[in-house]
């Protein structure tokens, strides 16, 4: 017997060692607290051990050494392992005096060979052998006082966290609980009873795997069941549970929503799920996924359904689910994009990228049908902003929309092109220019507060090659508008011949340009300016092309087409760069006389006019009041302000500006006494339209005084005649420019004139 309880005391020293090794290599504070105690617990079973074994006093002695003060330290370990295991703060104030109180007692055992106050040892016959047995005496009460205080404390620790914790987690502290419990029966059993050979230990030992498995092994499944299921019904989805018949066996709270499941009244699922989603709705397969709409309207719903095989651990089928995804939000939120991607804001209608896109398809789709693309342009629609506001144009352009849908059939494809233009494909058996012509002519919007006639003008061009881009389709109709002369009389114009060959013509010029500037087959004429006396003060730099094959262009031919497609800066550089070298050398050759150059409104936009016009200045070591500057109105059109600074940045640095064909444009009075300007032109042919010369007599005179009441100096252009010039000299004006003078002319010729 002794020898079979000494193996399995051997056995549990083994499992003891390798657990605390074990345990202290995890690295974690508990797997520390449990080779601790793994450790601790080893002491006790090895003094037990010897007791076993020995047959000897002094042995059976050292054995009982080894014991007890291993009980001491086995109860501070598990005190330890209590703490760290469960998480619970213990102020050092308690744990202090424990372990002063460990530490009192095992100095007095160890004092016990001197004053032999605790314990001796008995000879008895134990299994045939003699067996050295206990007999206490006051030290080893007090021992058991001590160790019994502190086991009885983590009993109560344990009872009362396994009666606290959540059920999942007091199954871990139930079990412990127990276990130490019946060893600390165990335990107390031998010592009343004062039977041989202790077999308690085997209890402790057994608390300790217990403790090292729990604490580092164990893990709660039903803790895992349990968040799953808490999982799935947090779900925005829809989750249905069947087994392996198909019955519906669980669902999430927005299953049971869906499905209208009352209660754990699963069984229903499967039915109220056919209702919804039809009787096509297969939930025998699984292993599939289908999209379904359901409802119409504004009730309309989309639903993702996804249904799974749920296999054991051996791979057998066990069950299957359901899953279904609400999409109808995401799927409006989409619609919505598309919808904001492809139609205007404004106005709700096609924006330009997918009114392409739409009128190529159905070009592509039906390319010989005949058809026009319409280009829908307001006029002046700048002013309307400016005159009224700005949603007063917005509500015109709302007006133009739905004007358009109400006149479009659904063989048109419209839209809104961008700004205030708009683009429409029509057959052409649908379009009619008298009607059209009709409506446009009275084409009013009013608000309530303000009634306003829209000019509207519309290019049209009809297809013709099926495969060109639809841009350039739109580009030829938007070309068509430049025919409108009459603007108030005529509002639809067609791509013709004409435009073809001005686009022609475009092209070609443009082609031409810069080789033109290098040779300078592209140059100035200079028209004079003169004084009151008729002396010559000064010129106006006009440009033209001496072309090889197309002869002497003037600058009607091809300023426009520059100024359109911005390579005006090109000649408008050149032509200013030209004057600075005439006046340079006017300049050495000692005469004062000044040069104006034009600067076109595109200019401004493209580069830093005043920096290029000074650094020419600077380069050519000219006077800047020599080389006069000439801007029309339009180039007040626009952000104004940074316009005055420009020009007061140059007129203060000492050039000279001067305004241009004043009056021939959109120009207003108000603005003209802010206006950072030195001279005033006035072109007479602006007055020589009107019939009444009495009246253009007048208009000019007004000019003239006006003018000069605002300390702006004035230069009249286009003085024909000499009876003009007397009339104009006896009004305030004091420069003039014309035919009545000369024509403009080359540069050598102006020379000539001047002498
Ligand atoms: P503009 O700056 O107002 O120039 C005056 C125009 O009136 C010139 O026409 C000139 O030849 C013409 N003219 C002068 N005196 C008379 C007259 O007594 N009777 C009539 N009927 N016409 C007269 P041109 O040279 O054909 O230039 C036309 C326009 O082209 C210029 O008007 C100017 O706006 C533009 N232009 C000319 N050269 C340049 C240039 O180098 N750059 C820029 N940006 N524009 C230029
Ligand atoms: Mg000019
Ligand atoms: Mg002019």
Excluded at 319 to 327: E, I, K, P
Excluded at 381 to 398: Q, R
Excluded at 604 to 631: C, H, M
Excluded at 721 to 731: C, D, K, S, V
């Amino acid at each position: 017997m002794r020898e079979a309880l000494s193996i399995v005391f051997i056995v549990l020293i083994l499992v003891l060692s390798v657990g605390a090794v074990i345990s202290r290599r995890t690295n974690k504070a508990v797997g520390r607290a449990v080779s601790r105690l793994l450790t601790s617990i080893l002491l006790p079973v090895t003094g037990n051990l010897i007791l076993i074994v020995s047959h000897e006093k002094l042995l059976s002695t050292a054995g009982c050494y080894i014991y007890f003060i291993g009980m001491d330290f086995f109860m501070f370990a598990m005190l330890m392992f209590a703490v760290t295991y469960s998480q619970v703060r213990i102020p050092a104030k308690v744990v202090g005096p424990v372990i002063g109180v460990l530490l009192a007692d095992v100095v007095q055992l160890a004092l016990n060979p001197i004053f032999g106050h605790a314990f001796s040892t008995e000879k008895i016959e134990a299994y045939g052998a003699p067996y050295y047995r206990l007999v206490p005496y006051a030290g080893q009460y007090f021992h058991r006082i001590v160790d019994y205080g502190i086991f009885l404390s983590v009993l109560i620790f344990f009872f009362i966290m396994t009666i606290r914790s959540p059920r999942i987690y007091s199954e871990r502290y139930s079990v412990i609980f127990i276990c130490l419990l019946l060893g600390g029966l165990w335990q107390t059993f031998y010592i009343f009873s004062r039977s041989p050979l202790d077999r308690s230990m085997i209890g402790f030992a057994v608390f300790g795997v217990l403790c090292f498995y729990f604490s580092l092994y164990y893990r709660p499944m039903k803790l895992l069941d349990r968040m799953l299921a808490n999982i799935v019904s947090k779900l925005p989805d829809s989750v249905f549970f069947f087994d392996m018949t198909g019955r519906c066996i669980w669902a999430n709270s927005n299953a049971k929503e869906l499905a209208g499941i009352t209660g754990g009244e699963f069984s229903t699922a499967n039915d109220s799920l056919k209702g919804i989603f039809g009787s096509a709705l297969d939930l025998s397969s699984n292993g599939w996924t289908s999209h379904l709409t359901i409802g119409s309207g504004s009730n309309e719903k989309y639903y993702a359904l996804e249904k799974f095989l749920v296999n054991d651990e051996h791979g057998n089928a066990a069950g299957s689910f359901l899953n279904v995804r609400d999409n109808t939000a995401e799927q409006l939120r989409l619609r919505q994009e598309i919808h904001n991607a492809t139609h205007d804001r404004l106005t709700g209608l096609y924006n330009r990228e997918y009114l392409y896109s739409r009128i190529s398809q159905l070009i592509a789709s039906s390319p010989d049908c005949g058809r026009y693309v319409v280009f829908v342009d307001i006029k002046n629609f700048k002013i309307v902003n400016d005159i009224f506001s700005n949603d007063f144009g917005d509500f015109t352009l709302k007006c133009i929309a739905e004007w358009l849908r109400r006149e479009c059939s659904d063989n048109c494809i419209y839209g809104r092109l961008g700004g205030d233009t708009f683009g429409v494909l029509v057959p052409v058996d649908e379009f009619d220019p008298a009607e059209l012509e009709d409506e446009l002519t009275q084409f009013v919007v009013n608000d309530g507060t303000v009634e306003y006639h829209v000019l509207i003008h519309i290019g049209v061009y009809r297809i013709t090659e099926a495969d060109t881009d639809v841009s350039v389709m739109f580009d030829r109709a938007h070309l068509a508008l430049s025919m409108i002369k009459d603007e108030y009389q005529t509002h639809i114009a067609y791509y013709d011949d004409k435009i073809r060959s001005q686009v022609l013509w475009d092209q070609f010029i443009s082609a031409q340009l810069h080789d033109a500037l290098r040779t300078r087959e592209l140059r100035p004429f200079l028209q004079p300016i003169v004084d009151t006396s008729g002396r010559i003060v000064g010129a106006e730099a006009l440009a033209r092309w001496i072309h090889p094959t197309e002869g002497f262009l003037s600058p009607a031919k091809f300023i426009p087409v520059f100024e359109k497609n911005g390579m005006i800066v090109e000649v408008d550089k050149h032509m200013w760069r030209c004057a600075c070298e005439i006046l340079s050398r006017w300049q050495k050759e000692g005469r004062s006389l000044f040069i104006s150059v034009n600067i076109s409104p595109k200019d401004f936009y493209f580069i830093d006019v005043t920096a290029e016009i000074k650094s020419l200045v600077r380069e050519f070591g000219i006077d800047p009041s020599l080389l006069r500057i000439e801007i029309t109105e339009t180039v007040m059109m626009n952000n104004i302000d940074d316009k005055m600074a420009i020009l007061n940045d140059l007129r203060h640095d000492g050039f000279i500006v001067e305004m241009d064909d004043f009056g021939s444009g959109y120009s207003s009075l108000n603005m003209l006494k802010d206006m950072p300007v030195d001279v005033l032109k006035i072109d007479m042919k602006f007055l020589s339209k009107s019939s009444d010369e009495k009246k253009a007599r007048t208009i000019i005179q007004n000019i003239l005084k006006l003018s000069e009441d605002l300390g702006i100096a004035s230069l009249t252009e286009g003085v024909e005649t000499a009876e003009q010039f007397g009339m104009l000299r006896g009004m305030s004006c004091r420069l003039f420019q014309g035919y009545h003078f000369s024509k403009p002319v080359s540069v050598s010729d102006f020379e000539g004139l001047l002498s």
